[in-house]
Structure formats: C-alpha cells, structure tokens
C-alpha cells in the first residue's frame, strides 16, 4: 500500500524548533514534487512550502524566514524544518506528493497529519 506517513509534530515552546518527517512507503519509485500544508482549527488548509525532486523549493512569503524544507530521495523522505516557533504556527501539519509509484503510475497524495502545537 503506498502512503504518506508523518511523524516529529507534538508541543513545543514558543521559540522552539521542530523538524517534521514525510517518508512515503509502499512500492515507490520516486517523489516528484513534495510539499507540506498545515491548518489550523477553524481555518483553511494552506500552503507551507514546496520542494520539487531537482530541490527548488517555494515557500510562503511569511513563513520563508523560519521554515525550510528539504528532501532525501534515496530515502523518499521530505522533511520541514521549522524554527522560532510562535503559538500562531500551531496547526496540523500534512504532507502532500505526486508519487512514482511501481504499478499505479504517478498520482497525488496526502498523508494522515501530523500535529504541531506551539505553547506561549
């Protein structure tokens, strides 16, 4: 079965760090682009940052000064490196992946979250 699994979200201080994993598992070939979404209760899934398979990221503008994503591809793993942390950036946090896999071609997908709780 191919999925997106999440882990290193819990609760941390303002101030603090965390570093969020994304391996995909099951029978793949590769990660295209991957990318992490984080929502907030009450609010819209949004965007965080992207990573494409050659290493070009995209961030969103008001979290590119604290926040960087990177990539294992031996590992297919896709990583968040999340910095200053403030109580505004708690959230659950999703991996989303366009995904080689071996016998279902490429598709997108998303992972279960992982949550990000930040304490002032």
């Known amino acids: 079965q191919v999925q997106l699994v999440e882990s290193g979200g819990g609760l941390v201080q303002a101030g603090g760090s965390l570093r969020l994993s994304c391996a995909a598992s099951?029978?793949?070939?590769?990660?295209?682009?991957g990318g992490w979404y984080r929502q907030a209760p009450g609010k819209q899934r949004e965007l965080v940052a992207t990573i494409t398979r050659d290493g070009a990221t995209n961030y969103v503008d008001s979290l590119k000064d604290r926040f960087t994503i990177s990539r294992d591809n031996a590992k297919n793993t896709v990583y968040l490196q999340m910095n200053s942390l403030k109580p505004e950036d708690t959230a659950r946090y999703y991996c989303n992946a366009q995904l080689r896999t071996l016998f279902s071609g490429t598709g997108d997908y998303w992972g279960q979250g992982t949550q990000v709780t930040v304490s002032s």
């Open positions: 099951g029978r793949i070939l590769s990660i295209n682009t």
